[in-house]
């Protein structure tokens, strides 16, 4: 698989305002600009994969918007990282998810 350009039109795409940082792993570029853009904001760069963050199911599981959110982090997940556009595919697999989860009805 190739290398992914991260440009001013895609940085967004990699980006969770929550993290504070952007972290840029062994398949990305990062573009001039989109530094700038990101040092300008206070935005640190990391090297490296972003660490992974525990959800707490008893705090999700009933809470709607919550659950809402997990499904639709869960969906572009699959869309930009899998190029898994089928809509049955995700379903099933966001089905899943929620119930490893403990989340499933």
């Given at each position: 698989m190739g290398k992914i350009l991260i440009t001013r039109k895609n940085y967004t795409q990699?980006?969770?305002?929550?993290?504070?940082?952007?972290y840029v792993n062994?398949?990305?570029?990062?573009?001039?600009?989109?530094k700038d853009i990101l040092r300008d904001n206070g935005i640190v760069?990391?090297?490296?994969?972003?660490p992974n963050k525990e959800i707490s199911v008893s705090a999700c599981?009933?809470?709607?918007?919550?659950?809402?959110?997990?499904?639709t982090?869960?969906?572009?997940?699959?869309?930009r990282d899998f190029q898994i556009t089928?809509?049955?595919k995700i379903c099933m697999v966001t089905k899943e998810l929620l119930k490893q989860m403990g989340m499933s009805n």
């Open positions: 990699y980006f969770q305002e929550q993290d504070k940082a952007f062994k398949t990305m570029i990062l573009s001039p600009s989109v760069i990391r090297y490296g994969e972003r599981k009933n809470n709607k918007e919550d659950l809402s959110e997990i499904i982090t869960i969906t572009k997940v699959l869309e089928d809509q049955d």
